[in-house]
């Protein structure tokens, strides 16, 4: 596992504030005990959910997850502050506004944003508004923003000569690649709240499959001097037919054969936290099936344009492929 470069804990980090709420002692609990109706998403009683984290995790820095890191492809975690409700938070991306992951209890909410590869460094900002009288999820009140910034990251670049065939798809080929990319556009924007039934315990996933890691998040890729995307995940070695196991609680959403990406499963752990797995051997699932952390759920392959057996694994935050690093002990 290489080591990432992680950046200084940003000012807006949650952990002073979490201090300050374990400070408080008796009269934070009797607050919370007022706020029991808050409906907190992460939320276990007389605990906030960075004690929790930290507790549980007690050799990992900084001891909450994903651990932050402020870059194109990394994770910003934002402080917002203590409120009865659940603030609704969203990020402007491209011309739409995408509905953020925000986790916590009434002592202390935290966005946790997704940053896309494709991010320019420099100021970037959050718009949170409070959760709408009555407790529907809708957003009320007057909206406020809460900036970030994001520090420049230049990820590798690899130079592959290959056969012009293996480029240029056929007609058919890229017809089915654009339809299966439209699919997928619907698969990413799934939004739900608890979608496995349960509250997630924490953000910190399970490694889905033993095996060595590639440190090759970001990396980018040019075909005969032709710019293709970027490679958005992990890809953890291990041989066909090794079982693959759900790294959360989810809802499996999708389960195809794809043109690049073989067998693919998409899983749902709520608030547009999503997971990917593919060049899949097998598929275990069918959309709607529930699954808990440790079940497996599919097996290892080299389906798809491969060029050996691999999991290729992405973590998706509203909608933007982020490192699955940042989500797994090291
Ligand atoms: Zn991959």
Avoid at 258 to 265: C, D, I, L, Q, W
Wanted: charged content about 15%; aromatic content about 6%; glycine content about 10%.
């Amino acid at each position: 596992m290489p080591t990432l470069p992680f950046a200084p804990p940003p000012a807006s980090s949650f952990a002073p504030r979490a201090n300050a709420a374990r400070a408080r002692g008796p009269a934070a609990v009797s607050r919370r005990a007022a706020l029991a109706a808050a409906g907190a998403w992460l939320a276990l009683p007389g605990t906030t959910w960075a004690a929790r984290a930290a507790a549980a995790a007690p050799s990992a820095a900084p001891g909450v997850w994903p651990q932050a890191l402020q870059v194109p492809g990394g994770v910003a975690r934002l402080s917002l502050g203590p409120a009865a409700m659940r603030p609704v938070v969203q990020v402007r991306q491209g011309d739409a506004d995408v509905p953020v992951l925000v986790t916590g209890d009434a002592i202390e909410w935290t966005a946790v944003v997704g940053i896309a590869l494709a991010a320019v460094p420099g100021d970037a900002q959050v718009t949170v508004q409070p959760a709408a009288a009555g407790g529907a999820g809708g957003a009320g009140g007057a909206a406020r923003t809460v900036p970030f910034s994001i520090a420049p990251k230049r990820y590798a670049e690899q130079q592959l000569k290959v056969s012009p065939r293996t480029v240029d798809l056929s007609p058919e080929d890229q017809a089915r690649y654009e339809r299966e990319r439209d699919h997928q556009a619907v698969v990413m924007a799934t939004l739900s709240e608890q979608p496995a039934g349960v509250a997630l315990p924490s953000l910190q996933m399970r490694v889905p499959v033993p095996g060595r890691r590639s440190s090759s998040f970001g990396l980018r890729r040019v075909f005969n001097g032709q710019p293709r995307n970027p490679h958005s995940g992990m890809d953890i070695a291990a041989a066909t037919g090794t079982p693959v196991v759900a790294p959360l609680p989810a809802r499996v959403i999708d389960v195809g054969d794809y043109f690049f990406n073989g067998g693919t499963v998409w899983l749902d752990h709520g608030q547009g936290l999503l997971s990917m797995y593919c060049h899949l051997s097998r598929m275990d699932v069918q959309v709607g099936d529930v699954l808990q952390t440790g079940d497996a759920f599919c097996k290892v392959g080299a389906t798809g344009r491969v060029t050996g057996p691999h999991l290729h694994w992405g973590v998706m935050l509203n909608r933007t492929m982020v490192d699955p690093a940042l989500f797994v002990p090291a």
